[in-house]
């Protein structure tokens, strides 16, 4: 009987070793520690200099979504026209201001936009291509080089004018600077802002109000500056190369759950999509899977209901997408 009993527990040692084994093996190696030098990330991506000290907060009762999304849609269904408008000599623009633009310049008092907010999908997904922020960008930028022509050319300048088109441009740079799901929706509005800035400084340079420009000039400098800074994170964030996935995948983790950025959050969470597929470790790779799968079943709480939105929206589209079209996105 004792000869039994002995069997017995040899039996259920070796169960619990071979169960034990088996478990191991299914449990992911650990995942990459952040190397904490993406600093930038964690903090908001404010910029040091306040854009209502430039143009004056625009109050009007009017979300200025609407008006926008109809003009990025006219400009998207004669988009060579416009491009062509666009690259071609701005005299010719300035004799008949395209539809688009003039939409922009009849939303530049409304003191709110949600034209992202309220289409989440448009921006948040893993398409290479934009088309309704594309096109306001480039009307945007349309209306800037119709300020300076206004600000710069004889027989062309009318600083009311450059005024209107620049204020325009700047406002809805503004509009896509302060709602900034996505990197690129920052930077097309810290761009549109820039060169309104510009703009803005010659006309009180013409004026004579000298320390009005040297402020407009400040602000430009940082402008730039944040662009710049911000461009080389986003290319971590957002990009591909090979020594990235290797050091910066556990930062990724951190900024996608941690970040106070919306935009920063986005990006990282979209690049978890990715890192399921090219992590360059395994943890990583399995680590990304399970964490996108819980957070796409139970959006991540956070205090603004627009963040928690775009991250969850975010997880939707890093779980969702394939080996297939990953490879089509590499």
């Known amino acids: 009987m004792w000869g039994n009993a002995q069997g017995w527990i040899f039996a259920a040692v070796v169960a619990v070793v071979m169960g034990g084994l088996m478990s191991y093996a ?12 993406l600093t930038l990330a964690m903090k908001a991506a404010d910029l040091g200099s306040d854009p209502n ?26 988009k060579d026209k416009f491009e062509a408008l666009k690259q071609g ?25 949600t034209l992202f907010a309220n289409n989440l999908d448009q921006v948040i997904n893993y398409h290479n291509e934009h088309p309704t922020l594309d096109s306001l960008a480039a009307a945007g930028e349309m209306l800037n080089s119709l300020a300076l022509l206004h600000t710069t050319v004889e027989g062309y300048k009318d600083p009311k004018l450059a005024t209107r088109y620049a204020t325009a441009a700047f406002n809805l740079g503004r509009h896509l600077y302060q709602e900034r799901i996505v990197f690129f929706e920052w930077m097309d509005g810290l761009k549109l802002m820039q060169s309104a800035s510009t703009v ?20 430009v400098d940082k402008f730039t500056s944040a662009s710049n ?24 983790f951190l900024i996608a759950r941690e970040s106070p950025e919306r935009m920063w959050r986005v990006e990282a969470t979209l690049k978890r999509g990715r890192l ?16 996108l799968k819980q957070m796409a079943a139970a959006p991540t709480l956070s205090p603004d ?3 928690q939105a775009s991250v969850h929206t975010a997880a939707l589209a890093g779980a969702d997408l394939t080996i297939e079209d990953y490879r089509l996105i590499n």
């Open 276 to 291: 399921k597929y090219n992590a360059a470790t395994r943890g990583d790779q399995s680590g990304a899977k399970r964490i």
């Open 89 to 113: 000599d701005i005299r010719d623009a300035d004799k008949n201001v395209p539809g688009p633009l003039t939409e922009i310049i009849s939303a530049t008092d409304c003191g709110r936009m």
């Open 53 to 78: 000290t430039i143009v004056t907060l625009p109050t009007g009762d009017c979300d200025a979504a609407v008006i926008y999304a109809s003009a990025a849609k006219h400009w998207i269904d004669q």
């Open 26 to 37: 299914t449990i992911p190696p650990g995942m990459t520690a952040p190397t904490g030098t």
């Open 305 to 307: 209901p627009l963040t």
């Open 229 to 252: 800074d911000a461009l080389k994170l986003w290319q971590i964030i957002g990009g591909i190369g090979e020594e990235d996935k290797v050091k910066y995948a556990g930062d990724i």
């Open 200 to 219: 803005l400084g010659k006309v009180e340079t013409d004026l004579g109000r000298a320390q009005a420009y040297n402020d407009f000039a400040t602000s």
